[in-house]
Antibody, heavy 119, light 110 residues
């Protein structure tokens, strides 16, 4: 059974950076894209970007270009999302999700990581 | 990219059918049959219920169905049940290996 396990909640100051991890088990990590989706309190889902570990290149939503970095470590089956220049509007639950190419959709999701940005 | 447009809320009584629309543009929903739908209960991660416009993953009830016409995709839930009360999100491929979600629709089962 595929599982995506994310790192724990983070409290950050405005202007700082946060790095969230997502460790996969039960599947072939390198072959599937991993994307990051965030959800601000009471708001909808927002696609941030994704990476295919076997290729190592990431794609980002225009809104986050220059502020987000997504990388994958094949040796530990872990994907990371780093968001810099944090502001209060970045307070959200951040999810990683696995993209299954046979269904062209996100079939497995992590449990979510709450990132709170506050002075 | 701008978020896909969904109604903020819909409601229906048990046993009834409801439809949630998801309107995009000719650059996303209108260009690709890569629309998926997700169900999210409070405090939980989203769950895939429809992929490629109208296909259901194994284990998802056949009460859920999807369709698309032009730039608008739709999710229909028939035979509403109490457990269907949740938030629903559409998602579409939006070119250059990027994806876009809808704003979400809160379904209330009366």
């Amino acid at each position: 059974q595929v599982q995506l396990v994310q790192s724990g909640a983070e409290m950050k100051k405005p202007g700082s950076s946060v790095k969230v991890s997502c460790t996969a088990s039960g599947g072939t990590f390198s072959a599937f894209a991993i994307s990051w989706v965030r959800q601000a309190p009471g708001q909808g889902l927002e696609w941030m970007g994704g990476i295919i570990p076997i290729f190592g290149t990431a794609n980002y939503a225009q809104k986050f270009q220059g502020r987000v970095t997504i990388i994958a470590d094949k040796s530990t089956s872990t994907a990371y999302m780093e968001l810099s220049s944090l502001r209060s509007e970045d307070t959200a639950v951040y999810y990683c999700a696995r993209f299954e190419p046979f269904v062209t959709a996100y079939d497995y999701w992590g449990q979510g990581t709450l990132v709170t940005v506050s002075s | 990219q701008s978020a896909l447009t969904q109604p903020a809320s819909v409601s229906g009584s048990p046993g009834q059918s409801i439809t949630i629309s998801c309107t995009g543009t000719s650059s996303d929903v209108g260009s690709y049959n890569l629309v998926s739908w997700y169900q999210q209960h409070p405090g939980k991660a989203p769950k895939l219920i429809i992929y490629e416009v109208s296909k259901r993953p194994s284990g998802v009830s056949n009460r859920f169905s999807g369709s698309k016409s032009g730039n608008t995709a739709s999710l229909t839930i028939s035979g509403l049940q109490a457990e269907d009360e949740a938030d629903y999100y559409c998602c579409s491929y939006a070119d250059s290996y990027t994806w876009v979600f809808g704003g979400g629709t809160k379904l209330t089962v009366l």
